[in-house]
């Protein structure tokens, strides 16, 4: 009985529904509008450090290929570092230590201890113990690079930064430490040295600060709202939960019945049916949603900093509250069918997910170990678990193909291989499996609804023993309602 | 009964038929030519300044990050604009006042009032008040421009010019005004400042003019083209609304009928049924492409400049009178079979996009909040759900996966976990629910048109009744058709 | 009967499936030779003006926006021409006229006669006549160049070229004339200045040359190949006329009886059961592959230069002498339901392309009205054509959204409408179809080759009625075949 | 019956399965920790000679167009290779002789004899006698280089290097040869000079090492470790061949005793069904992993270098092996519909395959010989297949259309033509033929398992005749098991 048809039958305001729709509209708000007023965020590691030449923007590694590369890069990073005043736009500036004196910035070198080699003699001579060691002197720095021998240098500093953009929107700015460090790698002793930028930052309250000429904002309406959204969050967890242990318990009350008069326990199957599984649905979404809540409210509070936390919490309890609309659609007869062909398809998907997902990790596997040194899209498991993923689903191909191109005979053959068995499998076979798989479970539940669908023992029992009525009204005389029409009225519901 | 079996039965010529052909053909030969004779849009946005310095011609904006390159902007813009004369390769030059006094280049800045920040000592001292106020001196700049306060600066100038393309295909050219803003952002004191390129241009008749040695083009021809186009349109219309009128009025006779001798109603199936789809889709794109030669004529009688609003009804006109022809197709036998699975597979699709809908829109809200601030796709909410569109579509997946990379790994895996269910939900389940839908529409059209189709009320009804009819003639002796037969004629006529 | 089971039978060795054979290992020899010896096509016009300044590789286009940018790609062109011997690394040089004097270099501009124009006023006198004039005296350019009136610049001039290259594949290197055509193109008064490059080659016979050192190629045994294939295809047109004649006789013959005795028509589908497809298929590839081997030989007997007409009539013969293997993969019983299937399903897919193309066209041309000036995939008919093809075919359609964020609302409004619907009608219903389709036919001929197939009137015919085969032998007794067996035989060999 | 089912049944253990699931584990631990271990392969082909101007890093060529740049170019090269020992990161240096003398870089060209161009005159005189020539002297290069004549100079000196990558794992460093060539290439005459950089690698064991300060990395456990999984391989590759023995020779005695009794040859079908797929895979997973491993323990112990073959080998085995998994899913009645339907489609898909092979090798041949000249992508006949390959797959299709936009108007209408009719053909039609085919199986082998497979003759005969049981009994008593137990068992087994 959908809540509709409730309410015209027994004139009983349908509270879950409304609490549902209201949450919904509630929930979506709070998250646009933290969006919305979240403005940009502050990401000083794209921009502190720019114009570092060669420091692509994309991942934050170059890479040079000669000394005098290496040199030129290290002395670019002095340069900038010590005219940061002049050069930054931001509000940026040394960190200092307790007493106000400047941090100082540390390069620390790891190389082989000794080392001499020929390669025109086909011949060396090395130390393999580490030394590691800071270098403090600059200028000493070309003298004591042998880069041979170097496996890599780190610089170290640190910088303090104000977050300014928040005062506009009237909140307190914070005050933040970057931890700078840039590694000039050579582990590889390929003649390539790869230039890392690597920023952590930490942000925490500002120790002496004075803001005039605005008022603080009032952040009470916001408090109120986030407040006003966690409690409508418990009510309605309290209410599924609340279904959920009334089912329990009619559960047990029912199983107990069907061993004493029947002397057989109730299948599986039956049990399962008296759990809604979108009552846990809906409660796990209000779970998120409250701790979301929570999070971004000690986040306004300057207390927490954890953005991306919060916003996980959030972002997954609107996925869940808009994928719950499903149900309220699932009333409408034609609806039905297809919400009930996706839950009639899916555990076949899922199974036949298992056995293609076992090739696919096959081809994974076998795909990461050869040709992962010859094309980039192959140089990790997960890497190429998404290139291969992406294949199947309509990616660029050629491009895959042809990055492939100049390798050696062996492994151009084999990569033909890989990918046209690979790619015709799927898309070929497997995909159309699928749609084979739902095109099937759609005729099914069509010829149910049609038919009638397939009773389950529970029905079955329900229809024919009356016993069960009679004697619950017995016991249950002092109950608000009797497990019959608790139990049928239940299965309604669904 | 189709328009050619109507002929050969009744020598009756299908004029309505008849106009629709030929209303294509004129409407496509006027929006063909009115394209092929509109020749390049005069953009001068994209030209007059291209030669500014970091402006990328796509998007207008460029980032710079030292306080070098904030100054070298600045002064590169003033720079360019003083030498326009000398620069320009197009008609261009600086606009005037009423007096003949070139109208100065405004400088705004908008900044805190008054602030000193000491990041190394985590303090700072804001006034939050905004202060706006125009820099006129331009030697000033450096001094006036403390970065850290400031929030923008907006430089703005106007420019005018001729479109002197027009002179050659004999129309009058017009005179534009170009309003260029020129905008510093730094609101966001992250050490980047953004520079917006913005430009506004303003068409009007020039004041003064004198072309000789050319004859003023002839455009009776286009305007007796278009006052045509319009005519024919309005005879459409005409034909298509009596047929409604006349099919409205048959309905009141027949639920009038129904309800003085079976004393009950005409249900909503068998009144849809009287109305025509198809003549309501005449009359909108009737009515489009009147509203859009009107404007096309005025357009070219240059009292009108909205060449956007004019090119949209017109190409919405163009693509409903090339939908319309599929009625026609129609009326075969076995083009039928693909219309009727079209329209019957319609709703379902339509009731199924909802339900995916809800899906849909929970991971765009999700994927907004979460992965915003990690990925350009996810920006902003409509490039979400663009974003999301095309991956089930088949984009470049591999590239969003691959963006996704460096970042923290709590945000790394939820992007995993996010791509990876929605792209498998929808393209293994919800594509596939598609097809299974069509198919079965498909087969179901199939099956009627060899066992015939169900018959409406109103069809069993005018089989089986025979009082209507005889009623009818009784009655309406003096009317030129019999009702029933006009009710029959009008049924088949679909 | 296939070719094996006719062989087996009457020990008739199938000539006509021999020569197919052997015609496809014939032709696919020749073209795949015929491209392996090609080489690389001399393709002077990438290579020999590739060092102008901005002229892009691709498109052979670059756009200029300053008068300097005007200027200095002027002289660039002048300079490059001027020292053209010690530039090029290629064997070319100027071109001289027949007493052996150097053509000259032509600058041509075309411009408004006289104007004036005063952006600020809003005024502008122009004398719209267009002047036509050569530019000889190269110091005068800048002088004479009003930008403002110009309209157009060319600059031609001839160059010459031997192509060495085929020296060393042992044939004779030919001459070149290179007609090179620089134009700056200021039509539209945009202030941006397009330049393009064009160049029109044209080969001949060198006038003076001597070879020595090397054998002249004996092209005797390429010519003898040719012919031989040549030889082979007119065999097998000539059998496959031979079977098409022999059909036509005896369809005219048993029309004629079935006049005489049954005084009706033979309907036409029986009509059309005498003509064989593949027979024509055969014809028109063995067509196909005479011309283009006759024009190979041309080319090669260096009387000829249109290598590309060459190439499409090889290629195309290739295509269907491959395609027609399909028919001998048809005499499998297995294999035969795929052919029969994709037979059946062409004509509803053809039928449903033209319901489904009137919607493509309407979108077509609405998008190129609409949206043609926003974006350059929009630009023409033919390029929104195959834009809205990709689409569906899944190409990446976030950059065709992304290329239209930044436009005016409306116009964005409206490509997003556009772009939605287009997609979703297209991937979802229309794709759907197709595949409902195509199943349909497949469990249709599975059902037929369970239960056999419906019989024809022909073949009713000649199963029922014996008197045709009784009146053939009659008359036909001086004939080698009776008619009857060999309609029998003639409808066995499909 | 399942190993679980026979599990209980029996308790007997399953140790087959529990050998292939150990199998799983080991190969997977061996193949993840080789590729972690193996960190960064040593490419110094990427990174020795990068700064080489105009050296590309993807292709490793590059185009000159002017004389000046072949020389510059030239130059370069010596330039860089002069201070090679100022320039590289890495450990490299010149190679040397025996005689610890460097070896020299070798210039090579090879040109025409003798020859005078005037293409002005369209005359030229030619001796096509190559003469190679190496020089030695670079200040006479210029001289002695006449470009026109020119048609390649070589290029090729020898460096060596130490991988000191490997000493921070513990491993023995190899020496590496490296034979650089880089080549001019004017073969074409075409105004362009292709510069390609080829770099073979040969590693060899030092001559002369000397590491201290390190203990050298105990192998042994790893050695212990693929000893193991090839004992594990071996052990499980025999248990299989028992098995397929065991099931030939029961073949052999059951149509031994066929022909006695019934005097009928066993057909070939029934025959098969006594081999076990799943066996020779397991077996062929084995063999791979035995070599694979064997080589890794070689190159572990420096003896070969052949990594990619090595991979290879691996890389399949652990394919193999997952793909092997599915086997024990087959058990579970679920799971096996999905590997039952994909295995009663795969014949069909590949006989499909064949048919559509024909059309797609038509299109591809086609596509070689018209297109070749005009786009990249169609250069080759393997790029044609995968280019062709990947549009039906969904690849950019409006890039491949976009590239033929310029060229002349009829191979672009005949690249319209190829492109849309093959992928319309191919995405319409096959595609969904393919869906049809896996549908169509899917249902069959449903409805089979509802109602029961059709039984097989040898199933039948099992199931009527005792004799053969009666009679194996008989011979067979001291037979631990009856034939026929046996072969029932074997059945079951699938």
Same mark, same amino acid.
């Given at each position: 009985m959908s809540p509709c048809e409730k309410y015209r039958a027994?004139?009983?305001?349908?509270w879950k529904m409304g609490v549902q729709i209201f949450k919904i509209i509630m929930i979506t708000t709070q998250v646009v509008s933290g969006v919305v007023q979240r /403005?940009?965020?502050? +990401?000083p590691q794209k921009t502190?450090? +720019?114009?570092?030449? /060669? *420091?692509?923007?994309?991942?934050y590694s170059v890479a040079v290929y000669t000394q005098q590369g290496v040199y030129d890069s290290l002395f670019y990073i002095f340069d900038q570092y010590s005219q940061l005043g002049q050069l930054s736009v931001g509000p940026i500036s040394y960190a200092e230590d307790g007493d106000e004196k400047l941090l100082p910035v540390t390069v620390c070198k790891e190389s082989y201890k000794r080392g001499s080699i020929h390669p025109s003699d086909e011949a060396f001579d090395i130390d393999a113990q580490l030394e590691k060691g800071d270098l403090? $002197? $600059?200028?000493s720095i070309t003298q004591t690079l042998l880069l041979f021998r170097l496996i890599d240098l780190k610089i170290t500093f640190q910088l303090k930064g104000i977050n300014l953009q928040t005062v506009r929107s009237r909140e307190l700015p914070d005050c933040y430490s970057f931890f700078v460090t840039i590694t000039f790698d050579n %582990?590889?002793?390929?003649g390539k040295v790869k230039i890392y930028l690597d920023i952590d930052s930490e942000s925490s309250a500002c120790r002496d600060w004075k803001i005039s /000429?605005? *008022? %603080? +904002?009032?952040?009470h309406y916001l408090l109120i709202f986030d407040g006003f959204v966690i409690l409508v969050c418990i009510t309605s967890a309290c209410l599924c939960s609340r279904s959920i242990v009334l089912a329990v318990k009619l559960l047990q009350r029912f199983s107990r019945y069907v061993e004493d008069n029947y002397n057989r326990k109730v299948c599986e199957d039956d049990q399962s049916e008296f759990l809604n599984g979108w009552y846990l649905l809906v409660i796990l979404s209000d779970l998120l949603t409250i701790i979301g809540s929570i999070l971004k409210m000690e986040i306004q509070a300057k207390s927490l900093t954890s953005y991306d936390v919060c916003s996980i919490f959030l972002g997954t309890a609107t996925l869940l509250v808009w994928v719950g609309v499903i149900r309220y659609l699932g009333y409408f007869q034609k609806y039905n069918v297809l919400i009930l062909t996706m839950k009639a398809a899916f555990p076949k998907v899922l199974r036949f997910c298992c056995c293609a997902g076992m090739i696919y990790l096959g081809y994974t596997f076998c795909g990461w170990i050869v040709l992962g040194p010859y094309h980039e899209k192959f140089e990790g498991l997960s890497l190429v678990a998404e290139c291969l993923f992406s294949l199947v689903n309509g990616d660029d191909m050629f491009a895959t193909f042809a990055q492939l191109k100049d390798k050696n005979t062996l492994v151009w053959l084999f990569s033909r291989v890989y990918l046209y068995s690979f790619i015709s499998l799927f898309i070929y076979m497997v995909l159309s499996l699928f749609i084979a798989l739902i095109t099937d479970s759609y005729e099914t539940i069509k010829k149910y609804q049609k038919d009638g669908f397939p009773l389950t023992d529970l029905q079955k029992f329900l229809r024919e023993d009356k016993g069960f009525i009679e004697e619950s009204i017995e016991i249950d *005389? %002092?109950? %608000?309602?009797s497990v019959l029409c608790c139990c049928k009225r239940y299965l309604q519901y669904f």
């Open positions: 027994r004139r009983h305001f349908p /403005g940009e965020y502050y +990401k502190i450090l +720019k114009d570092y030449r /060669g *420091v692509d923007e994309d991942d403090i $002197l $600059l200028t %582990q590889c002793h390929s /000429g605005t *008022v %603080q +904002k009032n952040t *005389v %002092q109950h %608000q309602y």
